[in-house]
Nanobody, 121 residues
Framework: QVQLVESGGRLVQTGDSLKLSCVVS????????MGWFRQAPRKDREFVAT????????SIADSVRGRFTISRDNAKNTVYLQMNSLQPEDTAIYYC??????????????WGQGTQVTVSS
């Protein structure tokens, strides 16, 4: 059974940086493209970033491009989301997800439980 566990979310101030982690167990991590999504209160879940199996291919949502970076460490079965210059509108639950093919849609096969990021003004 594939499990994804996110960590690193917390309350921060506007302009701060934060790095989220997601550890994958129960599967072959290097076989998955990985993605980050977020869902703010009363809003739909939205794509944030995705990275291919080898880490060479990435895509970042326009809303966070230039501030957020996705990376992965296949030796640690972990994907990261580095978030810089955080703004109140970045407040959301952040989810990581695993897919057999890289995609910016929500068509991922496995999902984590999420980690809360709150940015105060």
């Amino acid at each position: 059974q594939v499990q994804l566990v996110e960590s690193g979310g917390r309350l921060v101030q506007t302009g701060d940086s934060l790095k989220l982690s997601c550890v994958v167990s129960g599967g072959s991590f290097s076989n998955y493209a990985m993605g980050w999504f977020r869902q703010a209160p009363r809003k739909d879940r939205e794509f944030v970033a995705t990275i291919g199996k080898s880490g060479l291919t990435t895509s970042i949502a326009d809303s966070v491009r230039g501030r957020f970076t996705i990376s992965r460490d296949n030796a640690k079965n972990t994907v990261y989301l580095q978030m810089n210059s955080l703004q109140p509108e970045d407040t959301a639950i952040y989810y990581c997800a695993a897919a057999y093919k890289i995609t910016m849609t929500s068509a991922y096969d496995y999902w984590g439980q999420g980690t809360q990021v709150t940015v105060s003004s």
